[in-house]
């Protein structure tokens, strides 16, 4: 679906780099995290940090951080959290660690500062923001992303 967008690899692989201010809510990672889904591909300590956010009071309502090291600083720290196998999602993890283009990617965009990873992430806003949305579909900009305004 993105190819046809004109979003390749590179752009979607910057794009996810987003996360790094962003959190997950634990029904969104626990299965990870507890191991359920078949994902071995995980820090031990990690995952047991994760599980921990998931017992607190409110449950599931609990969140965890994409990118515990910086999580309110928008910097490439979330694929440095890739290549230490600190994914929160299966979906995150599966840019690092299968060989290719992707991994190269995560590791170009893990050093340096971010200054690859900002470049071709300004780059690939820019061609997302250039997708028309479907025909008929009305368009609002969200005071809270989770909350039509109407």
């Given at each position: ?12 692989t ?6 790094t ?19 071995a ?25 994409f990118?515990?090291?910086t ?8 694929y ?48 997302m ?5 479907p ?5 609002e ?10």
């Amino acid at each position: 679906m993105s190819e046809k967008h004109g979003l390749d690899a590179r752009d979607m692989t910057a794009l996810s780099g987003a996360r790094t201010v962003g959190m997950a809510s634990c029904e969104n990672y626990e299965d990870r995290t507890y191991g359920t889904n078949g994902d071995a591909d995980i820090d031990p300590s990690f995952a047991e940090t994760a599980r921990q956010t998931c017992q607190g009071p409110s449950g599931d309502g609990d969140k965890a951080s994409f990118d515990a090291q910086t999580p309110m600083k928008f910097d490439n720290d979330y694929y440095l959290e890739l290549i230490a196998r600190r994914g929160l999602l299966t979906s995150d993890q599966t840019l690092y660690g299968g060989g290719g283009l992707q991994d190269n990617l995560v590791e170009m965009y893990s050093v340096d500062d971010g200054e690859a990873f900002g470049r071709d992430f300004a780059k690939a806003m820019v061609k997302m923001g250039n997708i028309p949305p479907p025909k008929g579909m009305p368009v609002e900009v969200r005071l809270k992303c989770s909350v039509a305004n109407w």
